[in-house]
């Protein structure tokens, strides 16, 4: 009977295996996260951190290297930033860049309502900003909750103002209203794709008129006062901005156990932090090792900035240069060896709507790190099917390490289903695996994570840096 009980795979919950220590090190760890994604709900923020975090590391700027003409050698810690938007984290190895890299890549981007062009107007002696919403959200999630406006403008100088109302306690928040329920009668009969439309997610942010009243729109005029005064800022400003209205407030341990993280913009920032902790972790490798965050994941990677962009590419060029082993044939060699896992959040069982899940082959919480052999929808389409021999490989490193881990779809196959950066990389030749952490609320304004999963990922990262 044993021996047959060995012949089964059973994923258990991470939370049974842990002592004392390590019981803290996941608890610590969640601490650090929670604290990275209540002050970094911008790509920009994230890598403005994340750079000053990396440079206490001895990481230094590829820019640098290149103007100085300096070398690089095993050992080295070099970063490029892309656009303010962009990160990738190389510390280089012993071996020839040719032989390939292992990476690890995450999205720094996440769903959220940015002010269109024309934000600013008048209605009724109220104020409001038009916003366009980014990623896929269900708009009903997006009213009556507190949010801030976080981003920057640029003024024709070239002058960059940074912009930041709501995070601090002491400032305003903002909204999208919603109708009172007794006035519902005609919304509630609705889809839900329809309760919310995308053109009512407007932000209300006044309603003080100046005292001017030669002025026609005064509580418009009053706030285009303020912003003046406070940032030196004008109405046509806004065109030349990149302002996004996220869920305000900081994250919070979550649950009566606190096993859990609640809050805003953990697709994928969860997987982003784990991955830059276990490569802060790691000194010293064989392999040069890469960790890249991009932008735009969640409306295609699409643009400069996206991991369609040419960046990755050319930063990692730039890098073999630098190093004395740049050729074009030599960086597709390297691309074409490498090793990556691409990382994004899954989705976690939620008790709540099992009809929409495959129960044996769907993530949970408590089980670690996710890995998906593929993604895509309905038939697989568009996904990047993982090999079965570099499955077999990340498992084996996996199990030496001690890494709880399970495999996951998203959901039924006819259900939905959905996509990462996968494909993109693996366009190159390398082998890629989707991996990363289960979450549930996925996209809402307040995402939730497990502490246990969190943890298993950072480790699950750092024996991929390890032994890939
Ligand atoms: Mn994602
Ligand atoms: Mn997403």
């Known amino acids: 009977m044993e021996k047959k009980n060995s012949l089964e795979k059973k994923y258990e919950s991470a939370w049974e295996k842990y002592s004392e220590t390590e019981f803290k090190k996941v608890f610590s760890l969640s601490s650090r996260y929670i604290k990275f994604i209540s002050q970094c709900k911008t790509e920009r923020q994230c890598v403005n951190e994340l750079v000053k975090e990396a440079e206490k590391k001895g990481y230094v700027d590829l820019n640098s290297i290149i103007k100085d003409g300096k070398t690089l050698k095993a050992g080295d810690k070099v970063y490029a930033v892309n656009r303010d938007k962009n990160l990738v984290l190389y510390l280089i190895g012993e071996d020839p860049m040719e032989k390939g890299f292992s990476i690890l890549g995450a999205h720094i981007d996440s769903p959220r309502l ?3 062009q024309n934000p600013l107007y008048e209605d009724t002696d109220l104020a409001l900003f038009k916003t366009h919403y980014y990623g896929g959200i269900k708009k009903y999630q997006w009213v009556t909750v507190p949010l801030s406006i976080i981003g920057v403008v640029v003024k024709k100088t070239g002058e960059v103002v940074n912009i930041n109302i709501g995070e601090d306690e002491t400032d305003p ?37 100046v005292k001017d009243k030669k002025e026609k729109e005064r509580v418009k005029a009053n706030i285009l ?10 109405e046509e400003d806004f065109v030349s901005a990149e302002l996004e209205v996220v869920p305000a407030g900081k994250a919070r341990e979550y649950g009566l156990d606190r096993s859990m ?84 959040v899954s989705a976690a069982y939620d008790p709540n709507y099992p009809s929409v899940n495959e129960k044996r082959n769907q993530c949970y919480f408590g089980k670690g790190v996710v890995f998906n052999k593929y993604t895509g929808s309905r038939g697989k389409s568009g996904s990047s099917d993982a090999d079965a021999e570099f499955v077999a490989e990340v498992r084996a490193i996996m199990d030496k390490h001690k890494v ?40 809402s304004p307040f995402e939730i994570a497990s502490k246990a999963d969190i943890y298993e990922t950072k480790n699950a990262y750092v024996a991929f840096l390890k032994e890939a």
């Open 114 to 116: 940015d002010l269109k």
């Open 173 to 209: 928040v903002f909204c999208v209203t919603d109708l009172l329920v007794h006035l519902s009668q005609d919304q509630m009969q609705k889809t839900m794709a329809k309760g919310i439309e995308g053109e009512a997610l407007n932000v209300l942010v006044g309603s003080i008129p």
């Open 225 to 234: 006062k303020l912003i003046n005064e406070k940032y030196d800022i004008t």
């Open 261 to 344: 993280v609640i809050g805003y913009g953990q697709d994928d920032r969860v997987c982003a932090y784990t991955s830059f902790e276990a490569m802060m972790e790691i000194t010293k490798s064989k392999k040069t090792l890469i960790t890249v965050l991009v932008d735009k994941e969640e409306i295609g990677s699409v643009g400069a900035t996206g991991m369609h962009s040419r960046f990755f590419e050319n930063a990692t060029a730039e890098v073999m240069e630098a190093a004395g082993q740049y050729s074009e044939l030599k960086l597709r060699r390297a691309f074409a060896n490498s090793k990556m896992l691409s990382s994004d």
């Open 404 to 443: 709880s881990w399970q495999t996951s779809e998203l959901g039924k196959i006819d259900q939905g289903g959905g996509g990462t950066i996968a494909y993109i990389l693996a366009q190159y030749g390398m082998e890629v695996i989707d991996c990363g952490v289960a979450i549930l609320s996925m996209h």
